[in-house]
């Protein structure tokens, strides 16, 4: 049936993106040295629009622990230093001059934990935003059962669905994993 493969390529996109979302929030979180990616999810207010930090300013790394944020147009420097602080990735941000310095804290094991506690709050938010696209399949399946499709076609679109869910959540569950390992390393 086309309409049933339409959904599934539809849920499979929306899948893809959550997972990319998560790997952008993953590799934002800190495991103990300063890296430019880390600051890739962060959104700063432009003369009221969100936008990309890396579309403001260059990032650029100052010894091991520390990054260099130069925006372009010094007038946004306190917006850059607002907006990494409010992205809640456990760093801290100081403007100086032209620019605005951030600080990776040094990794204790209280860090650690707390940015586990982290990477799991960002792994429960992606199963979250899955759910709703889940059950937006399941609705569209029972139209077009009421439609005419039989239930030998809904049961296996289904157990197809179930599939889909389970691959999805393994996946995700797989960089949470790998996520943590690197933070207790």
Same mark, same amino acid.
């Given at each position: 049936?086309?309409? $049933?493969?339409?959904?599934f390529?539809?849920?499979? !996109?929306? $899948?893809?993106?959550?997972?990319?979302?998560l790997?952008?929030? #993953?590799?934002?979180?800190?495991?103990?040295?300063?890296? &430019?990616?880390?600051?890739?999810?962060?959104?700063? *207010?432009v +003369?009221?629009? %969100?936008?990309?930090?890396?579309?403001i300013?260059t990032?650029?790394?100052?010894? @091991?622990?520390? $990054?260099v944020?130069?925006p +372009?147009d010094?007038?946004?420097?306190?917006?850059i230093e607002?907006?990494?602080?409010?992205?809640?990735?456990?760093?801290?941000a /100081?403007?100086?001059?032209?620019?605005?310095r @951030?600080?990776? &804290? &040094?990794?204790? !094991?209280?860090?650690? !934990?707390?940015?586990k506690?982290?990477?799991? %709050?960002?792994?429960?938010? /992606?199963?979250?935003?899955m759910? &709703?696209?889940?059950?937006? @399949?399941?609705?569209?399946?029972?139209? $077009?059962?009421?439609?005419?499709?039989?239930?030998?076609?809904? /049961?296996?679109?289904?157990?197809?669905l %179930?599939?889909?869910?389970?691959?999805?959540?393994?996946?995700?569950?797989?960089m #949470? *994993?790998?996520?943590?390992?690197?933070?207790?390393?």
């Amino acid at each position: 049936m086309e309409e $049933l493969k339409k959904l599934f390529s539809n849920l499979d !996109e929306k $899948l893809e993106q959550i997972k990319k979302n998560l790997s952008e929030q #993953y590799a934002g979180i800190n495991e103990g040295h300063a890296m &430019p990616s880390a600051l890739d999810s962060v959104m700063v *207010d432009v +003369f009221g629009t %969100q936008t990309p930090i890396q579309h403001i300013a260059t990032i650029s790394r100052e010894g @091991v622990t520390s $990054l260099v944020v130069s925006p +372009f147009d010094v007038n946004q420097t306190k917006n850059i230093e607002t907006a990494i602080v409010n992205a809640d990735l456990g760093l801290s941000a /100081a403007s100086f001059g032209s620019g605005v310095r @951030v600080t990776f &804290p &040094p990794m204790t !094991e209280e860090n650690r !934990e707390g940015l586990k506690k982290l990477a799991k %709050q960002k792994l429960e938010d /992606a199963k979250n935003t899955m759910k &709703p696209n889940r059950e937006k @399949v399941i609705n569209e399946m029972k139209k $077009l059962e009421k439609d005419g499709m039989s239930k030998d076609d809904h /049961a296996s679109a289904k157990k197809d669905l %179930q599939k889909t869910v389970d691959d999805f959540v393994s996946d995700l569950s797989q960089m #949470y *994993d790998k996520k943590t390992k690197a933070l207790s390393l």
